[in-house]
């Protein structure tokens, strides 16, 4: 894996200590990392389909898969915000919601300058 792909697990990194010495509630932190470390799991094992599909020649199945694994990670990562703002503290939620956030935009700007750097390599932005 390219270091620019992985700008959103060092932003993971950087904030947990963050968390603990602005004394946010750390089940913030673990529930939106952990929704966030699953989610990118799906999404590699559905890059790997998506790359099987294609080499097969079916762009509906490739194209199905993207659109599935994309659409669970907002799922799981919205889900994982709200059920700790509701069940643990408002306060946790917020934090979730933030580092949801954060994780979201270095990913979208690694994948976007992945993208500008290795033009040809087009299926590792899409990550």
Same mark, same amino acid.
Request: proline share 2%.
């Given at each position: 894996m390219a270091p620019l792909r992985n700008l959103d697990l060092l932003v993971l990194a950087i904030a947990l200590p963050v968390f603990l010495i602005a004394d946010v509630p750390? &089940?913030?932190?673990?529930? =939106?990392?952990? @929704?966030?470390? !699953?989610?990118?799991?799906?999404m590699e094992l559905a890059a790997r389909?998506?790359?099987?599909?294609?080499? $097969?020649?079916?762009?509906?199945? =490739?194209?199905? !898969?993207?659109? =599935? =694994?994309?659409?669970?990670? &907002?799922?799981?990562?919205a889900g994982a915000?709200?059920? &700790?703002?509701?069940? !643990?503290?408002?306060e946790a939620g917020l934090a979730a919601a933030v580092l949801a956030l954060a994780l979201v935009t270095a990913h979208l700007a690694s994948s976007f300058a992945d993208h500008l750097l290795?033009?040809?390599? $087009?299926?590792? @932005? $899409?990550?």
């Open positions: 750390l &089940v913030g932190y673990l529930a =939106a990392g952990g @929704a966030w470390i !699953v989610g990118r799991i799906g389909r998506r790359t099987r599909a294609l080499a $097969a020649g079916n762009r509906n199945s =490739a194209m199905g !898969v993207t659109a =599935a =694994a994309t659409m669970g990670r &907002v799922w799981l990562l915000i709200l059920l &700790v703002g509701l069940l !643990v503290e408002r290795h033009p040809e390599g $087009a299926e590792g @932005a $899409a990550r």
